[in-house]
């Protein structure tokens, strides 16, 4: 497993931050309005000019939407992909079998489209649960994928969106085997986000040469250092998924772990993925600050874990932090109710990179000056909880008005 903050990542990655899934050599990606919403884009396309090899990661909510079982049962069977469909405003979700014919009926109609196997295509929804799809404008988008006026990706990046308030994607770039190596990622999500996969989508693409084993290792450690550390507000989708592909089109040598040049293209995916996780968690709905709570001391990762979720996922902590209030007891019951293996006279905490806490005991500390630094969009929170060495972090935000107002309305 390769730590990103222990690399010197100017030396090893050139970073696009306009770049994203179509960066990587042979991925065209797309969208336009299909008629699902009243104005904006909501229908996209993800396509490679060669199969590519293919894996995913898909939320732990009992109640899986039929276009992320079509898409599992397809990747499980095949192990490829050569396209990826997007459409926002309708989740498909709590809709039974028409809801899983109308996913397959949209799968047989961009491979028609394509001229590519059913199964190489892959399906993800976004939206509101309960309501099927309206299938004439389903089959209107099919129609218009790879149309030139919108393979544009950055209409891509726009068609995923919900209540997001901006679009999350980037590329970088690495040398392997002389060959330059790209992965780029596109991603959604703002609320209904929780650890263990949320109301998000991910989208990784690359054109490394890499076997499938290797490929689902990669997205999977991934994944638990990334999209499964982010907190909004506790609550965890039915519908969302990464997707990941990659076709080979760098030319570099197969990649895997015996590779000299393995930890390289580790890195560089863990980045992307870093990087997707934490822009929909400071993309919370009404968010105004992205907290990052990193946690040391524990036993091991799994504890870990949980503490540095726990801090992120405390409402109190949330909107303290909104309100800009230096209250780090907040911070403290979080930690305290997160493990049984945390050790009271061993826990020191800072807050805003002050000390507020030490062995379990209260510190004195400048209180303007930590009120001044939780004015800031980006507060850390740190937390030693033992002599372990097991250590996480995990990533969440404020929780503010905003996102009642936007919730309470979300239908309307």
């Known amino acids: 497993m390769i730590d990103i903050e222990t690399i010197d990542t100017l030396n090893q990655l050139n970073i696009d931050l306009q770049g994203d899934v179509s960066s990587p050599l042979g991925y065209i990606a797309g969208g336009f309005h299909a008629g699902l919403r009243r104005k904006k884009k909501d229908f996209g396309w993800i396509y490679s000019t060669t199969e590519a090899t293919a894996t995913g990661v898909y939320t732990l909510n009992r109640f899986k ?6 898409t599992e049962d397809s990747i499980n069977v095949n192990k490829t992909l050569q396209a990826i469909v997007v459409n926002s405003a309708n989740a498909n979700s709590c809709t039974g079998e028409k809801g899983m014919q109308d996913a397959l009926d949209t799968q047989a109609w961009v491979a028609e489209h394509l001229n590519i196997e059913q199964q190489n295509v892959g399906v993800a929804s976004t939206g509101v649960v309960g309501a099927f799809l309206p299938m004439d404008k389903i089959h209107y988008g099919t129609q218009h994928i790879l149309k030139e006026e919108y393979n544009n990706s950055k209409f891509f990046n726009q068609a995923i969106l919900t209540t ?4 999350k994607h980037l590329s970088v770039q690495v040398e392997i085997d002389g060959k330059t190596v790209t992965v780029g990622g596109s991603a959604k999500g703002s609320g209904m986000i929780h650890p263990n996969m949320a109301t998000m989508l991910g989208f990784i693409t690359t054109d490394a040469n890499i076997d499938e ?11 638990d250092q990334s999209f499964n550390m982010i ?5 965890t989708s039915t519908n969302d998924m990464v997707l990941c592909m990659a076709n080979g089109q760098a030319n570099n040598s197969k990649i895997d772990a015996l590779h000299p ?6 890195y560089a995916f863990n980045f992307v993925s870093q990087y997707l996780a934490k822009s929909i ?8 600050k992205l907290v990052t709570a990193k946690v040391t001391g524990a036993p091991n990762v799994k504890e870990a874990k949980k503490i540095a979720k726990s801090i992120v996922s405390s409402n109190l902590v949330k909107t303290a932090i909104h309100g800009e209030d230096a209250n780090f007891g907040r911070i403290v019951n979080a930690i305290g109710y997160a493990s049984q293996f945390v050790e009271p006279n061993e826990t020191n905490v800072s807050f805003c990179q002050l000390p507020v806490l030490e062995q379990g005991i209260h510190l004195e500390f400048d209180e303007e000056l930590l009120k001044e630094r939780l004015t800031e969009d980006n507060i850390v929170i740190e937390a030693s909880v033992g002599n372990g060495d097991g250590e996480a972090a995990a990533y969440g935000c404020d929780l503010s008005y905003e996102y009642v107002r936007i919730n309470a309305s979300y239908r309307t």
């Open 213 to 223: 084993d290797t490929l689902d290792y990669c997205l999977k450690q991934a994944t």
């Open 261 to 266: 040049e393995w930890h390289k293209f580790v």
């Open 231 to 235: 907190t909004v507000d506790g609550d």
């Open 164 to 167: 997001d308030t901006a679009t």
């Open 65 to 70: 939407a039929a276009p992320l079982k079509i």
């Open 281 to 288: 968690a400071k993309d919370g709905e009404g968010a105004t």
